[in-house]
């Protein structure tokens, strides 16, 4: 079985609520980390000073089978539709060492190193 690396970005502050949406519709686990965008509309005027806008990406590692639920998940609690909301996109993922919970991610009763 293959597994899937989603990634959604938005604006700082609103992961936390895309997170508890993701978990209810099936993700086990994810991380949040802080970036910031560097795009031509990343910054905006405050006072004449220049501010950049802060983001947090969301990564949840996932079987492939179990993605479409996250994902609705993620784009309904982000309205990730709506332009302007954020960014949601997925990667295969080829290898997975290190994971303590790598057999459940598997969906399978062995390591990814026996594969």
């Not at 609520?17 to 086990?28: H, I, N, S, Y």
């Amino acid at each position: 079985m293959r597994n899937i690396a989603i990634f959604a970005v938005v604006e700082r502050g609103k992961a936390d609520r895309l997170v508890e949406e993701a978990k209810k519709a099936g993700a086990l686990g994810t991380t949040i980390f802080y970036g910031r965008g560097t795009g031509e509309n990343e910054f905006k005027k405050f006072f004449n000073l220049q501010i950049e806008s802060s983001k947090e990406i969301i990564f949840i590692l996932t079987p492939e089978d179990k993605k479409d639920p996250i994902i609705e998940a993620l784009v309904n609690a982000g309205r990730l539709r709506d332009p302007g909301t954020g960014i949601l996109f997925t990667i295969p993922v080829l290898d997975i060492l290190g994971l303590h919970h790598r057999e459940t991610m598997l969906g399978m009763g062995h390591s990814a190193d026996e594969q």
